[in-house]
């Protein structure tokens, strides 16, 4: 992977598989979302053991300015999660990117059905996901859900896209 979002070298963003040396990065990127109550606080011995699921959008500077990671549950399904760019870097199409890094990784191992739980449901709605009942996933997808700063009360939707084939 290695996808080039910027003509201006100022502002060029590659988009790449998460390496080991990443994690301290992704960990406060990360943290940064978590503490507005976005996303799950991931610990680092938990970026560190998914590593492999993980893409970073890279800028000129060597800096992590976004993350997404693709969680394999099942043959058929996975789960898009840990999508956070830097505040400085969104609305650059950095989150599209890694998204579709996410997606060419899941079909490349021949996962047919990705969803998504998110607060920002248009977001994903403009890159081909669709809402459905969360009630509608498979419940073993709910284990993490107890971390969740929202954590009884819901406020996410649930998308879901098809993977394309490879």
Same mark, same amino acid.
């Given at each position: ?5 910027? /003509? ?5 963003? %590659?988009?790449?598989? /998460?390496? %080991? ?14 503490? #507005?109550?976005?996303?799950?606080? #991931?610990?680092? @011995?938990?970026? +560190?053991?998914?590593?492999?699921? *993980? +893409? &970073? ?7 992590? %300015?976004?993350? /997404?990671?693709?969680?394999? *549950? ?10 956070? &760019?830097? @505040?400085?870097?969104?609305?650059? =199409? !950095?989150? #599209? ?22 607060? %920002? ?7 081909? +996901?669709?809402? &459905? @009942?969360?009630?509608?996933?498979? #419940? *073993?997808?709910? =284990?993490?859900? !107890?971390?969740?700063?929202? *954590? ?10 098809? &993977?394309?084939?490879?």
């Amino acid at each position: 992977m290695g996808a080039d979002l910027s /003509a201006n070298t100022d502002q060029r963003v %590659v988009i790449r598989a /998460a390496r %080991v040396g990443d994690v301290p990065a992704l960990h406060a990127l990360i943290r940064t979302h978590a503490e #507005r109550g976005k996303m799950i606080l #991931r610990t680092l @011995d938990e970026l +560190y053991a998914n590593i492999r699921e *993980f +893409y &970073v959008a890279e800028n000129s500077m060597g800096q992590i %300015v976004g993350c /997404a990671a693709a969680h394999v *549950f099942w043959n058929d399904l996975a789960e898009l999660k840990c999508l956070a &760019v830097h @505040d400085d870097w969104q609305g650059r =199409g !950095i989150g #599209r990117a890694l998204c579709e890094a996410c997606l060419s990784d899941l079909a490349r191992l021949g996962v047919k059905q990705v969803f998504t739980l998110t607060n %920002v449901p248009e977001f994903f709605e403009k890159i081909g +996901y669709r809402r &459905v @009942d969360k009630n509608s996933l498979p #419940r *073993f997808i709910w =284990g993490e859900c !107890i971390r969740c700063p929202t *954590f009884p009360i819901c406020n996410e939707e649930a998308l879901v896209r098809h &993977v394309p084939p490879e």
